[in-house]
């Protein structure tokens, strides 16, 4: 008989996970390093954000701006529309605010950066406090009514106010547009004020031509042309008129050989003025050799006041050219203020 000698009996192998490698571990460092890269990322979006706003806030366009300043104006409008009739004029009794800590924060920007704050007061009259209640009250519903918050704001200690203030309410409005309906601090006239906020922006991102027609957009000459910004501001320009200027006119004295008239009409339909400047015209990629710009036209531009077209109004100006011998066409850029992009203009000359 075969003996054979004992054998240890077989035990079924399984296949032991390495210590700290075990799926619920794996999961678990995972885990942590996608909350600490969230945490780190946080912390770093919080401190770019600090320093952002302590410098002022984020940098948008100047489109942005007047946008902003259009929305400001309207949110106000509408607050003192709400109001008896009589008690407010949403557009004789507005006045813009002067900001120097938006303006001044910090110093200047530079760069192509520069900072301005949409910021207007409307004047109201009232006989009686009775009737200015009754406004704010008004004032109350309409903005609960659009899901704004409204703060009664606290009448501070002030010693030198001779009289007691009335009481003051405060929205955040949409678009981040404060309303505010009180008295003014040095006056104790009752006010309502619409604040759009510190707004940095880039001077040379302007708001965009819609449409542009005939010589607008500077590819073909035409007799005359308009463009139409995204804002409603429309300008046209043309046709081109020769003229002739008496001796004198130029700086020298020289007489001029040729000279034009060039029209130019700035019609708003915008929710915000249009600031007209003399220096909105210019000429662009080296063009019209022998042509210049007649200094001191517009005679509107020079006469040391602000030249503004209002909202819904129409301004028509006469900028004058200069040439020693007769040009094929007249090349210039040209943009109504400075919180519109320039439009390339060739016009043809007679």
Request: charge should be negative.
């Amino acid at each position: 008989m075969e003996k054979h000698p004992p054998q240890e009996p077989t035990v079924a192998t399984v296949d032991t996970p390495i210590a700290g490698v075990s799926h619920k571990a794996v999961v678990r460092r995972w885990l942590v390093l996608a909350a600490a890269a969230a945490l780190l990322f946080w912390a770093c979006t919080a401190v770019s954000d600090f320093f952002e706003n302590l410098d002022g806030g984020p940098v948008r366009t100047a489109a942005d701006y007047r946008t902003q300043d259009i929305r400001t104006r309207e949110a106000g409008k509408a607050a003192v529309a709400g109001l008896r009739p009589g008690d407010g004029d949403a557009s004789g009794r507005m006045s813009k605010e002067s900001s120097t800590s938006c303006v001044d924060d910090l110093g200047a920007d530079g760069d192509g950066v520069t900072r301005d704050q949409p910021h207007y007061t409307w004047s109201l009259d009232y006989a009686r406090k009775a009737d200015y209640l009754a406004d704010l009250d008004r004032l109350r519903t309409s903005w609960r009514r659009h899901g704004w918050k409204v703060e009664e704001v606290p009448d501070p200690e002030d010693a030198d106010r001779p009289t007691p203030r009335w009481p003051e309410i405060r929205t955040v409005a949409d678009h981040g547009i404060t309303l505010s309906m009180g008295t003014n601090r040095y006056t104790n006239k009752p006010v309502l004020s619409a604040d759009g906020g510190c707004v940095r922006y880039r001077t040379d991102q302007g708001v965009a031509a819609r449409e542009t027609s005939g010589a607008a957009g500077g590819r073909t000459p035409a007799r005359e042309g308009t463009v139409t910004y995204d804002d409603g501001v429309r300008v046209s320009i043309g046709p081109v008129r020769p003229v002739t200027l008496p001796a004198g006119t130029t700086d020298d004295g020289t007489p001029v050989t040729h000279a034009y008239q060039v029209p130019v009409i700035v019609t708003n339909g915008s929710g915000a003025p249009v600031e007209l400047r003399s220096y909105d015209i210019g000429s662009h990629r080296n063009a019209n050799p022998g042509v210049k710009w007649l200094n001191g036209f517009p005679a509107e531009l020079h006469s040391g006041q602000r030249e503004e077209v209002g909202e819904g109004e129409s301004t028509r100006l006469e900028f004058m050219f200069t040439a020693e011998k007769k040009p094929s066409h007249l090349e210039f850029l040209y943009h109504p203020g400075e919180l519109h992009r320039p439009c390339p203009w060739a016009l043809s000359v007679p």
